[in-house]
């Protein structure tokens, strides 16, 4: 149940008069009879995992972003562990990633005993910095994992950063649902993508779930083997995999929620272009806007302007990844990426999600605007 909140955002005969209204969240999964329906009848026909559910959302998923092939998984996270099992990196292996990303983008890296190298993001965007990306490309580089950060893409220069190189480009697309780069879809500009519906992302799966995408035929194969053991047809593990497998149950609901996302993102820039904020959206793309952050020199301020408003803010990322404890030992623990040291405790996520009505616009543009 919600807590309703006080607000004095409106004035009515001259005087300042106060309105009870509910908290607006920076998430609210969707959740309908249709979601229901799908639940119900994927539990009552009694094939819980391995079933038709899981394979038609993984193809539909695969048709709606333009990619060769597509498998559900349980996470985000483990979609990028299995990115790097299926690319064969491993021990004595570098993958390049951004300062500033949530934690499993690195420790994806790292479980399957390579070494993540931080690299910083772009003063504009955010995103991971091509420039410095390229400045650390060793003759252990293996991949590169560019994050399409809050929604907005990253730079297409990546692409041919890789390719120039012969080192393979991971997507992180957990907060990139509809995001689009040169009119190609989050999920086939990579190699390989990586999807996450956890309960606050774009479009989700009643739980947690996610989706590997790959843009290469070579690659297709080992997607739907890694998440089941590395088992072929035959039921022979011809490599390392594991139980990776998405239930039918989140896959039928993530199939109904597949048939809203294209609205829902429509419905996330229209709010978007609604709100006064001065955040910049890549030249030749289309931002998914996951989270609309604005950068503040007083983040706890502004914070609290917004609480005390009702309305749901925070702090994503403050700690680049390179500084947190679980990397102490790494040998760029201490090592100052510039931009990641500079804006990574100032952007604060404010709500843009297709929840939220002009009312809360109002309420929202009244806070970043006094």
Partial sequence: MTTPTTWAGHTQGGEPFRRYMDRVPLAKPFWDEECERAAISALSSGRWVKGPEARMFGEEFAKWCGAVAAVPCQSGSAALWAAMRILDIGPG???IVPGMTFIATATSVSLVG?????????????????????????????????????????????????????????????????????????????????????????????????????????????????????????????????????????????????KHIDEWTAKRRGNAIDINHSTKIRPNSEHAWHQLCVLNDNPADLISRFDSAGIDARVHYPIPCNRHQVYSEHHQHEESLEICDKVAHKLVAIPVHPSISDIDIERINSVLNP
């Fill in 93 to 95: 292996d570098e993958v």
């Fill in 114 to 258: 390579a070494t993540p190298i931080f690299a910083d993001i772009e003063e504009e965007y955010w995103c991971i910095c091509p420039d410095d990306v390229e400045a650390k490309i060793t003759e252990k580089t293996k991949a590169v994992i560019g994050v399409h950060i809050f929604g907005q893409s990253f730079s297409p220069r990546l692409r041919e950063i890789c390719d120039k190189h012969g080192i393979s480009l991971v997507e992180d697309a957990a907060q990139a649902h509809g995001a689009s780069l040169n009119g190609t879809l989050a999920g086939a500009i990579g190699d390989i993508a990586c999807f996450s519906f956890f309960p606050s992302k774009n479009m989700a799966v009643g739980g947690e779930g996610g989706m590997i995408t790959t843009t290469r035929e070579d690659l297709a194969q080992k997607l739907s083997r890694l998440v089941d053991h590395g088992r072929n047809d035959a039921l022979e593990s011809v490599e390392l995999g594991t139980n990776l497998r998405m239930s039918e149950v989140s896959a039928a609901i993530g199939r109904i929620q597949l």
